[in-house]
């Protein structure tokens, strides 16, 4: 069975520093591994996913997240916070042949003016 | 339609009654979901159809759970005998390529 684990349920960041939200998962095959994002208010979006070609991946509004074997591990990066990505982020995971999307418990991110 | 309809946006129900949960996919999707999340919680994933392939029901919590499909068009979630620890937001999702879903903005559903 495959799951996420995101560490930190609360993330505070100020205005144009490192955004960095943390994703680990497990899997007994190789995984698809995907970032949604929920805006104060708004149903949940994906951000940006991965499916086993470029380990790095870029996504919407800046965002990218590598994907590292090594360390079971795809975290979620923006190099400058902006006010706009306050939000709810959430990584997830399945498998080729199995869409069921296995969902982390989610980020919440601040950014402080 | 543009995006994944849900409806009602919110339901206030008392204990021991039956709810239904509707949604409306993005038209052409084949695959939908159902997830649910609990206050401060992840997704709880519920039960997903691909075409008339047979649903995947392993996340429903109960007996009391169930959720019908109408080809590759509407969905409905219907809770029984609803007790205090249904209340959540019901998300529905929809998708054409895998993992890529496109979510409703949800049901959040209330039981005294």
């Known amino acids: 069975a495959q799951s996420v684990t995101q560490l930190g349920s609360h993330v505070s960041v100020s205005e144009g520093a490192l955004v960095l939200l943390r994703c680990n998962y497990s899997?007994?095959?190789?995984?698809?591994l995907f970032w949604y994002v929920q805006y104060p208010n708004q149903g949940l979006q994906l951000l940006l996913k991965?499916?086993?070609?470029?380990?790095l991946v870029k996504g919407i509004n800046g965002f990218e997240a590598e994907f590292k074997k090594s360390e079971t591990s795809f975290h979620l990066t923006k190099p400058s916070a902006h006010m706009s990505d306050a939000a709810e982020y959430f990584c997830a995971v399945s498998f080729f042949g199995n869409e069921k999307l296995t969902f982390g418990t989610g980020t919440r991110l601040t950014i402080i003016p | 339609g543009a995006g994944v309809s849900q409806s009602p946006s919110n339901k206030v129900t008392e204990k021991g009654k039956d709810v239904e949960l509707r949604c409306d996919p993005i038209?052409?999707?084949?695959?939908l979901y159902w997830y649910r999340q609990r206050l401060g919680q992840g997704l709880e994933f519920l039960i997903y159809?691909?075409?008339?392939?047979?649903?995947?029901k392993s996340g429903l919590p109960s007996d009391r759970f169930s959720a019908e499909r109408t080809g590759e068009s509407v969905s409905t979630l219907t809770i029984q005998r609803t007790q205090q620890e249904d209340s959540a937001v019901y998300l529905c999702?929809?998708?054409?390529?895998?993992?890529?879903?496109?979510f409703g903005e949800g049901s959040r559903l209330t039981v005294l």
């Open positions: 899997s007994s095959v190789p995984p698809y």
């Open positions: 038209s052409g999707h084949t695959a």
């Open positions: 991965y499916t086993s070609a470029a380990t």
């Open positions: 159809f691909q075409g008339n392939s047979a649903p995947d």
């Open positions: 999702a929809s998708s054409l390529l895998a993992g890529e879903l496109f």
